[in-house]
């Protein structure tokens, strides 16, 4: 982006806060555990030893062993198997609750922010969304749109909705104030290229940072959703599904629910970690 | 401060109304005929008609809507597709249950994480410091139904020291005591994380205040900067997150409430949801939500109590 209009460039922020990023340990954990999980999530058929929906009833409940690292199911699945293929599901779960927060949220920020007409209405909808609390507004969404993985994907980005229309309607207001805004304008920009061109762009650093650390919470969200029997179903290998399936057997078999509780640890945590680390970088003044 | 609590609470009625509409509204404009849920699907078409002019599904959404709120405010949430019980009574019981639930995990978790944010605070850098932050971080990324069913696995099946699940008597007693520990500790033990590190950072944030160097430069022991001085200011933004967490503690009742089967409004909801039960999902959500919001409400104003330099602006 031009430097002549006083906006965000990519130049000297960017490589400031890309140097921080990668001095920080903790959110390159984050960074690289990321990248390892869509690896595995890209390749998974090729790196699961296993079918991870056959059962093989003759090699059910068995712990931890050489042929089966994560031991098996109640159905003789493999743990390992279907934890693999669940990297798939959670990051897609992740990826589009996200997206819809994301694109639902920021469009309704800006048009909050920058037309005062509009204002009152968005932000009153989005206090009465953050009235409820957000696994909530998801099961009272799902119990509209029926049980399932994809219409808990939909519940669980309605309910991220409000923190991302927030978080941009105060960008914008403090954004809107500036003088390469009125420039613009003064130079008859049409509002929707100023939105887009001066706006958006500045408000870029919360929303990936606030969409990162989304992704933690998204996939936790839906996780407990099909841990609750509103997501997804079995035999899906949705990680969440898989330690309610265990729930069962917690007494003599506690690995069935704990290995996929773990895989969802991880990938939360990898997030939290990049999240935090991507907020500092970005917005050192946040850094307690 | 009269005019503040006037105006907080006056805020609060079109919330509560605007949560009102939309839970009748998700539920409404859902997929599904609640007639033919309630006739069951082999019921002949004219059962099912009369049904629906019994339940009034064949009046205007906003005659519905009229309906269902006077008839809301009057405690009469509409009857139980299922048990034909009356939804406020259900409702009801499963509030005060999550409510000694909610009070229980609240109590013990604050009991945990304010000591442990204040020495991390204080004593900041040590390995107690990082320890516990390094575990806080750790702990925020768990899920809890993980937490609940490994409580399980411990404290019941091995130890066999608390029930695996249910309500037991009432709370007063040894046997509803024995029954609320467990999930009262997994309800807590999720908070804990969270609140122990905003309780570290808001002391931080006050230990760096002008006022508590001063009381050092007085010469006042540490002890009497850190609790007369510097605790008294951190813990408002503690008091705030106490009140928000309440969502999350709202929320993390669902999973412990149907981990053990403790009969509260989140089990009360899924079982309904599952059963397609639509009166009680709408009671049970819409209680919630007013509960939430109340709570909030109730934030605020003892916030502005705490802080006399909050105005409403």
Not at chain 1, 13 to 37: E, K, N, P
Request: net charge positive; with cysteine; hydrophobic share 55%.
């Amino acid at each position: 982006m031009d430097r002549r209009d006083g906006s965000v460039s990519a130049g000297g922020r960017g490589s400031d806060a890309w140097r921080r990023l990668i001095r920080d340990r903790a959110a390159m954990v984050g960074g690289w555990c990321t990248l390892a999980l869509v690896l595995m999530a890209l390749f998974a058929p090729a790196i699961a030893p296993y079918d991870p929906i056959k059962v093989n009833m003759r090699e059910r409940l068995q712990g931890p062993t050489a042929k089966h690292l994560l031991g098996t199911d109640q159905f003789g699945r493999d743990i390992l198997s279907r934890i693999v293929h669940g990297t798939r599901i959670s990051l897609t779960v992740g990826l589009i609750s996200v997206g819809i927060g994301l694109g639902v949220g920021t469009t309704l920020g800006l048009l909050a922010g920058f037309y005062r007409r509009l204002d009152y209405p968005i932000t009153a909808l989005m206090d009465v969304l953050l009235s409820f609390p957000q696994i909530l507004l998801a099961i009272a969404i799902v119990a509209a749109l029926g049980p399932g993985i994809f219409n808990a994907m939909i519940a669980v980005g309605i309910g991220a909705v409000p923190a991302f229309t927030r978080l941009t309607r105060s960008s914008v207001l403090s954004i809107r104030e500036h003088d390469y805004v009125e420039a613009a304008r003064a130079l008859g920009a049409s509002n929707p290229r100023i939105i887009l061109r001066y706006v958006l762009p500045n408000c870029f650093s919360p929303l990936v940072i606030l969409g990162t650390l989304s992704l933690a919470t998204a996939i936790l969200a839906a996780a407990i959703l099909s841990f609750l029997g509103l997501g997804a179903r079995p035999p899906m290998p949705e990680w969440g599904a898989m330690a309610a399936e265990g729930r069962g057997f917690i007494a003599q078999f506690p690995h069935i629910a704990t290995f996929p509780s773990l895989a969802i640890f991880v990938v939360v945590l990898c997030f939290n970690l990049l999240g935090d680390g991507l907020r500092d970088a970005l917005d050192p003044r946040l850094k307690e | 401060m009269g005019v503040y609590v006037l105006r907080r609470v006056l805020l609060t009625v079109p919330t509560i109304l605007g949560t009102s509409v939309l839970v009748f509204l998700i539920l409404h404009l859902a997929p599904g005929d609640p007639a033919m849920i309630v006739a069951g699907p082999t019921a002949p078409p004219d059962v099912v008609a009369n049904i629906r002019t019994h339940l009034g599904l064949d009046q205007p959404v906003l005659v519905q809507y009229w309906r269902y709120i006077s008839n809301a405010l009057r405690g009469d949430l509409g009857r139980s597709i299922l048990t034909r019980r009356s939804v406020s009574e259900e409702v009801a019981t499963a509030f005060l249950n999550t409510f000694e639930l909610v009070i229980a995990a609240r109590i013990w978790s604050l009991l945990v994480a304010i000591p442990i944010g204040v020495v991390a605070a204080v004593k900041r850098q040590s390995i107690f410091d990082k320890l516990s932050m390094v575990t806080a971080l750790l702990g925020l990324s768990l899920p809890i139904f993980w937490i609940g069913l490994m409580a399980i696995w411990l404290f019941a099946f091995q130890l066999g020291w608390f029930p695996i699940s249910g309500r037991g008597g009432p709370i007063w007693s040894a046997d509803g005591l024995r029954h609320l520990i467990l999930p009262a500790l997994t309800l807590g033990g999720i908070q804990i994380p969270a609140l122990a590190r905003l309780t570290r950072s808001s002391v931080l944030e006050a230990l760096g205040q002008d006022y508590v160097r001063t009381a050092r430069a007085k010469g006042l022991a540490e002890r009497l900067v850190v609790a007369k001085h510097a605790l008294k200011n951190a813990l408002l933004p503690v008091v705030t997150i106490v009140g928000l967490q309440f969502a999350g503690l709202l929320g993390g009742a669902v999973v412990t409430e149907t981990i053990f089967s403790w009969p509260g409004l989140g089990r009360l909801a899924v079982t309904a949801i599952l059963t397609r039960d639509f009166p009680v999902v709408q009671g049970t959500i819409l209680v919630a939500a007013v509960t939430f919001v109340t709570i909030n409400l109730l934030v605020d104003l003892v916030y502005a109590v705490l802080d006399p330099r909050i105005k409403y602006t």
